[in-house]
């Protein structure tokens, strides 16, 4: 096989083995991370390829050929149309214009402030506990209870832009942008302090600080429309129904 | 001999013996995935009272009347098939961002619930319906006769004689009539043109299914049923189902549009919206959604989306924005009145800008929801009345507004409701004196859309509306970005050919 098919082919193999976590994981590699990736394989496989002379001219005559010999006319005039044409799609790629809107910048989880004002008095993040957090453990039944009334006060509050599945995708979710919060899977309250949790459905959107975007978010602050008790059994029942445990400080 | 002649006699209640704890694992099962994750709407006892149930229109389905809208049975067969419980279950592909029964808040459960759950839960269903399995197998709502245009003609000839009535003239669901269900709940017409709403799916085989199995429960018959009057012949059926999914207008589906292209002419920009003009642009669509953020909240919308095309010239700009309503809200008219079941206010529609746009897209902006203390936006609100129809706002938050002339700033507006569809156009100059959004060519500016449906009791804070979404008023095409391609290729074959007329 001529050494440059074999380059070819490593180059190809290497682009698709990076291409794969984002086809089949939804976790694509960032396309600038993907390009620098993809010069090392370039390099590291020339250099590799083309450490002995022979190597080298192995590597070459291929190319070289293809003007020297008369038989591969027709293969040369095709490269040297490809050539200009490639040009030509280079300069209009840098000079297209650029239609698309500007990109929103925000952040999902911005960081808390140490302490929050709502239902009338001072909040500390730090010392905030869940009250029914310690009853899943010293009484199952009071804790279950207050799971049952989080679920109906979700039900009656929240599900119809996080979900009947806690996924995020309530019937008005795609009318709304940014995308109300998932609470399934992993990377929500999963990473987040109940403490946390609390302070963003009692401050909701209006709440969040400038680079969460305040302005974008149709999250209702609940501490006009929910109690605080009842704001935490809501909070209790999304960990629950998911499945998902809340972080806390190591003891 | 007599004793086996008993076992024989008494064998199918041996063999149910040993069934029924199987069958029961198989229901118990699923009321435990019933219980957790389906009593949110439906209820814990299947009533469909569950403490969503009151927010949502259409209602949360009674699942213990035995009456099940979405099935594939014949008309007279009540029962509908395992297949039909477990499809609706699933759910389907429902068009953008849905994967549930289209238009209610009944998701489709694949995604998280295994076949064997949902198969659990289907079979939970019928015991709490008392459904049986069906007696008459599912009708076929595949290989229909082709829907040539000779068989579209003759379905909108049928339509207008057997459909119109509810479903309107041109099929927006805007009949003048009052639906109800078996259980007293207000049902509405489907809008046909938009088959992104369609509980089962859009597709001439939907509604050919729809239209020959009925919707038990509701004003939707069957019209293969030989006794009604309105009885259709398959291929009639098939000819109506294909004029239905012609009328359909995917064009403007919401979904994945974010910016209104505002097309440059040079001509005289149209001022009404029946103007051939406006046929030269695209439309961009988004979904409107319930406010349920603050004040007095919607919980039961009657508007889905919204369409807007926009023109601009040297001076002016023109903004198109439609949407369907299945009623004009005239208000204190008495046809209005009795379809909407009480006082009528008259429909209305918005358009929100920042006073001042900002200049990056991570800058600050006004919330869309009516600005706030550190942002004002400027609110073209546009009425169905006779007296003020359009008022031009100020606000920075909701409880912060200030009216002003809107004829001080040139802008103008005019509506005309034709057969299930609002079209209004407001028009204004670019740049005014006042200080207020200006329109400036190529910038990405932010919008937002709000409308009323005032036969829906939608008024003030009742209302539907959209996130900031982005206006650009589109520069005519700049012809140096295809100038230098064509000389970076030329250069790149000179430098060839010179190279080759060099070799040896």
Known sequence: ?251 | MGKVKDIIRIFPALLLLLIAPLSHAGTDAGKETYLKRCAGCHGKDGTGNGPAARFLNPAPRDLTAGVFKWKTTPFDEPMPSGDDLYAVIAGHNAGPGWSGLGNTAMPGWSDTLSKGEIRDVAAYLKKLGGLDAPRKPSISASAGPSATAAAIETGKRLFKDRCAECHGAQGRGNGAKRLKDDWGGRTWPRDLTKSWTFRRGGGREAVYATMTVGIPGTQMPSFADPKSKKMLTNGERWAVAGYAASIDEPAKTPGTDTVVRAARTDGVLPSTPADAAWAKTAYASFFLTPQIIAGDRLYAPALDAISIKAVYNEKDIAFLVEWDDRTEGIPRDAKSMEIAGGEVEPDSVALEFPAEPPRDGDAQLPCFGMGDSLGQVNIWQWKNAVLEPLRLIDANGPRNMRERDAVASGLSANGVYDNGAWRVVFKRPLRTATPEIQFEEGRFIPIAFAAWDGSNGEKGSKHVMTPWFWLRLEPPADRTAYVWPIVAGILAFAAEWAWLVKRP
């Open chain 1, 1 to 251: 096989m001529p050494r440059i098919v074999k380059f070819s082919l490593i180059i190809i193999a290497v682009y698709c083995l990076l291409k794969i976590p984002g086809v089949f994981f939804t976790r694509p590699i960032p396309a600038s991370v993907l390009s620098v990736y993809l010069l090392f394989a370039v390099v590291a496989t020339l250099l590799a390829m083309t450490a002995t002379g022979e190597g080298a001219t192995g590597f070459i005559e291929p190319i070289a050929s293809l003007f020297a010999d008369p038989s591969k006319r027709a293969a040369r005039n095709i490269v040297l149309v490809i050539v200009p044409i490639a040009a030509a799609w280079i300069a209009y790629a840098a000079l297209r214009p650029d239609d698309a809107p500007p990109p929103i910048v925000r952040s999902i989880h911005p960081a808390p402030p140490a302490a929050f004002t709502a239902y009338g008095r001072t909040i500390e993040l730090a010392s905030l506990t869940n009250p029914y957090r310690a009853s899943e453990k010293e009484n199952p039944s009071q804790f279950r209870a207050a799971v049952d009334e989080g679920a109906e006060i979700y039900f009656k509050n929240c599900f119809y832009c996080h979900g009947a599945k806690l996924d995020g995708a309530g019937h008005y979710a795609r009318g709304l942008s940014p995308s109300p919060v998932p609470f399934r899977g992993t990377d929500t309250i999963a990473q987040l302090q109940e403490s946390y949790v609390f302070w963003r459905v009692a401050k909701g959107g209006p709440g969040l600080p400038r680079e969460g975007g305040p302005w974008l978010s149709a999250m209702p602050a609940w501490e006009d429309a929910l109690t605080e008790d009842e704001a935490w059994k809501v909070v209790t029942f999304i960990y629950d129904y998911t499945g998902n445990r809340p972080r806390s400080w190591a003891k």
